[in-house]
């Protein structure tokens, strides 16, 4: 998977220069300034990109462009290391994801990969800074603050200490993660393999009750796949036999952004900014409603109550998330489903978009989640109208500014399977759901090990059906599936034919489960039935599907309907990188 062969290339980048401090085969001057610039970029505990050595808040977070030049100047004997390492028993198969040119890539943009690590710490910081500083004005005025802000004082004085390593957390209270130790900070990120500690980016903290319970705060960290989905207001958590509620959202310092969303089409489009003009001809056709939009950041979720026994099954808040295919991935190969085309991507970039609770979403158009821009606390949408309106109010006479309903959205890197040009939104999701549960059975996977995501194209009534992978790095499972696709397939229609209840569309026995409850009006498994029994149990390969980077070549639109129409085909076949307009010489 690119996103772990990127970690890996990082560890083997820094493991190689220290090497050459080991060896000491360069010039003196040469070890020293690489000696130098590791002390400098990578230091002991991470409260030096954050603090300046007399232990103020740096302006601006640490730079490491010295770490750019090093790199540079050792660039050969680095990428020599790197191929070394993956030369050892690297599969035929995957040649494609460690090419020389990907190899180099990863090298030459490492700096700026631990610089959007820094970057994303100093966030952190600054969200609870800015918070002390907001909770400060309010006690000068009010003279004294309420019981949520008291903790949430507390909560952000915490969290600052931490960073500057003033609060280590003891070893059994962070899934074994010393997170003011530099190298295990950056492996909890992501830029470097954790070995069973990279679990994600967006933490959520579990604000322990405050009386008569044994356990304190502890924090988890999921995927922003998966937290996009799950810590939203309104959604209940389980963990530890206790039940948490994500209510404070830790914001960026940054503009929101602005969403144009088909409901009826299930598509979603950025507006405004850069994307723009680029996106302007495809909303104007979108029966669009406009939404703003913030990143799904780290969460505060206060203590609601203990799980009881009684409780037979767990509480999720189904959700509307809509998908835009950003067009970039690392390649992959297509394949011929009978009549069908099937693509296998790896390393798709994905924005999914959380515009509200499904069922409210679906019944009244009505998106968002209620959240304080100023504060980030939040409430759940499906609250009753005299509290969201108390809620409004105080935050108005608190905060200053009105509350505001919001998506969430998440850029996803992932494994994917696509059926494209689906003709019905019923054919995407019984297909997809129905391939998932068959190859839950085969391959001994938990149903959510794997998501679906339909993409609609605005404009039309055809949309790609996705199955993707939300784990880090990826889990080979869609691979899997590729593998013992017979019987994957035997597996899914033995669940559409033969449900217990003899179902006329679908229920509980078959297609039907609380994860799915967004989509349950479009299955059926009689579509499903039809169309794998249609297209059988075989795969045949086509042809590979070359990566589409972001300095892609196709730059100008097609001129005439015939240019246009090929183009069209080219890029369902998967064959993007293609040059348009580009006149022959004779």
């Not at 910081?125 to 800015?130: C, F, I, K, P, T």
């Not at 905060?399 to 998506?407: H, L, N």
Request: aromatic share 6%; glycine share 6%; charged share 20%.
């Amino acid at each position: 998977n690119p996103v772990m062969v990127a970690k890996h290339v990082h560890a083997t980048v820094l493991t190689t220069l220290f090497k050459h401090l080991r060896d000491k085969a360069l010039p003196e001057s040469e070890l020293a300034t690489i000696q130098d610039t590791l002390l400098t970029c990578l230091p002991r505990q991470i409260k030096t990109y954050l603090f300046t050595p007399e232990g103020l808040v740096r302006l601006v977070p640490m730079q490491v462009n010295e770490l750019t030049t090093v790199i540079q100047h050792h660039r050969a004997s680095l990428l020599a290391a790197v191929t070394n390492a993956f030369q050892q028993g690297w599969p035929t198969a995957d040649a494609v994801v460690v090419s020389p040119h990907r190899l180099e890539a990863i090298i030459d943009t490492l700096s700026n990969e631990l610089q959007v690590v820094i970057q994303r710490l100093f966030q952190r910081l600054q969200w609870a800074l800015q918070q002390l500083d907001r909770l400060r004005k309010v006690a000068a005025s009010k003279g004294a603050l309420d019981a949520d802000e008291e903790a949430l004082r507390s909560r952000c004085e915490r969290l600052v200490k931490k960073l500057k390593g003033q609060a280590r957390r003891r070893i059994n209270q962070a899934e074994g993660i010393d997170d003011t130790n530099t190298y295990s900070v950056l492996a909890a990120e992501g830029f470097l393999p954790g070995y069973g500690l990279d679990t994600g980016t967006v933490s959520i903290t579990h604000v322990a009750p405050k009386f008569g319970s044994d356990i304190a705060d502890w924090e988890l960290r999921r995927s922003s796949a998966l937290a996009v989905r799950e810590y939203v207001p309104g959604n209940l958590i389980y963990a530890n036999a206790h039940k948490f509620v994500p209510r404070t959202f830790h914001l960026a310092p940054e503009e929101p952004l602005v969403f144009a969303v088909d409901v009826i089409n299930e598509a979603v489009r950025e507006t405004g900014g850069l994307n723009q003009t680029a996106t302007s001809a495809q909303t104007a056709s979108m029966a669009t409603t406009h939404i703003l939009g913030v990143q799904v950041c780290d969460v505060d979720a206060p203590h609601q109550s203990y799980i009881s026994d009684d409780e037979d099954y767990r509480f999720q808040l189904p959700v509307a998330v809509f998908g835009q295919d950003q067009g970039r991935h690392s390649g992959g190969r297509a394949y011929d489903w009978g009549s069908a085309t099937l693509h296998f991507k790896r390393g798709l970039h994905l924005r999914l978009v959380n515009v509200g609770a499904a069922g409210t979403v679906k019944a009244t158009g009505d998106m968002g989640y209620p959240v304080c821009l100023v504060c980030g606390q939040s409430r759940s949408p499906m609250s009753t109208p005299k509290e969201l309106d108390t809620f409004n109010a105080h935050h108005t006479d608190r905060c200053g500014q009105a509350t505001r309903k919001i998506a969430f959205y998440a850029a996803v890197v992932a494994d994917v399977l696509v059926l494209p040009d689906c003709s019905s939104k019923q054919i995407a999701y019984s297909l997809m759901e129905s391939l998932r549960q068959g190859a839950a059975e085969v391959l001994n996977m938990e149903i959510s090990d794997l998501q679906i995501q339909v993409i609609g194209k605005p404009g039309t009534e055809h949309y790609d059906a996705l199955l993707y992978d939300p784990m880090p790095g990826g889990s080979g499972l869609l691979e899997q599936m590729l593998n013992h696709w017979p019987k994957v397939i035997d597996h899914a229609l033995t669940l559409v034919k033969n449900c217990p209840a003899a179902c006329d569309t679908s229920c509980i026995d078959c297609l039907q489960h609380f994860r799915n409850s967004f989509y349950h009006d479009q299955l059926n498994r009689h579509t499903a039935q039809s169309l794998l029994e249609q297209w059988g149990d075989q795969l045949q390969f086509s042809h590979d599907i070359p990566a589409v980077l972001p300095n892609g070549t196709q730059t100008q639109q097609p001129g005439n309907p015939p240019e246009q129409q090929l183009a069209a085909m080219l890029t369902a076949a998967g064959l993007v990188n293609f040059e348009t307009e580009k006149p022959i010489p004779i």
